[in-house]
């Protein structure tokens, strides 16, 4: 499950931030997701955040709660875009969480 967490935590930024981070985008771009599937996950943030839209006041497990929501809707949404798209966003999270492991690494 923590790895999980890791690897998608790039989303998490666009459930908790409005609207849809451009440098968000740009890294699915990069990453050689299509703009249509990028588009629809942006859509997804969007919708998601204004139906869930956090506050100061929301404890971790809400938080946490609103985030396996999230991610459960962005799975929905990946299986049904092309394999091509599922295969890079799946590098892109496994390249996000080697840099947070080393990140971990290096402040131990």
Do not use: W
Not at 81 to 87: G, I, L, N, P, V
């Amino acid at each position: 499950m923590f790895k999980i967490f890791i690897a998608l935590s790039i989303l998490a930024v666009a459930v908790f931030s409005a609207p849809f981070p451009s440098d968000i985008k740009s890294d699915l771009l990069s990453a050689g997701i299509s703009e249509s599937c990028v588009d629809g996950i942006s859509e997804i943030a969007r919708d998601f955040y204004t139906a869930n839209k956090p506050t100061q006041q929301m404890d971790h497990e809400i938080k946490a709660t609103l985030f396996k929501q999230f991610m459960e809707k962005v799975g929905e949404y990946m299986k049904t875009q092309s394999s091509e798209d599922q295969a890079a966003l799946k590098k892109l999270f496994e390249e996000k969480k080697a840099d947070f492991e080393a990140k971990m690494a290096a402040a131990n």
